[in-house]
């Protein structure tokens, strides 16, 4: 009788692990606006409300997780038939709360993401960020380091209330074998 309590334990602490490791499988973030936290005059977008992203069929999407479920980035790689960003695709979206994007309309951004190099993956050589109001999608790109900071990015005023922040890594290279991206940490918009 103790051998066939001691094997039910173990599978029940197998069990246990596993749906322990599945974390975002089991609960997956779906996509909503976010509201994001303001910071003097900064808005702060953390892991957790890119968590909730909207998807794009040119990307592989994963959100990094702490043991129990803490999102702590959004990894977005570019699939290799798609590469470069183009003005009428969105790229993987945060999308913001109706209020937000009207606090944001007509006015210029600068817009600062934390990323990191991607891990087990091939880091894009660039990330281009756009403000998307509805209208053709303005790309700004930037080049990424092979280590972890802030890209910083100027964008125009919008025609518009802003509905989601676009996100679009990319390599401009020949070699089409691999997909290329970046993992993204946090995001800080100022409305000049």
Do not use: C
């Not at 936290?37 to 909730?52: I, M, P």
């Not at 679009?168 to 991206?181: A, C, E, I, L, Q």
């Amino acid at each position: 009788m103790k051998v066939v309590l001691f094997y039910l334990a173990i599978a029940v602490a197998a069990a246990a692990m596993i749906l322990l490791s599945m974390g975002q499988a089991l609960t997956p973030a779906l996509p909503a606006p976010q509201a994001g936290v303001l910071h003097e005059s900064d808005l702060h977008f953390d892991a957790k409300a890119l968590a909730h992203f909207a998807p794009s069929p040119a990307h592989y999407t994963y959100v990094n997780q702490e043991w129990l479920a803490a999102p702590t980035g959004l990894q977005v790689a570019t699939k290799r038939t798609w590469r470069m960003p183009r003005p009428d695709a969105t790229g993987v979206q945060l999308t913001l709360a109706p209020e937000v994007g009207a606090r944001l309309a007509r006015k210029p951004l600068h817009i600062s993401i934390g990323v990191l190099p991607m891990k087990g993956g091939t880091t894009a050589r660039e990330l281009a960020v756009s403000a998307e109001d509805g209208g053709p999608v303005r790309w700004v790109r930037r080049p990424v380091t092979t280590e972890s900071g802030k890209l910083e990015f100027d964008l125009p005023a919008s025609a518009g209330p802003v509905r989601a922040i676009g996100f679009w890594p990319f390599s401009d290279t020949k070699d089409w074998w691999f997909d290329f991206g970046v993992e993204i940490t946090g995001v800080d918009i100022t409305a000049g």
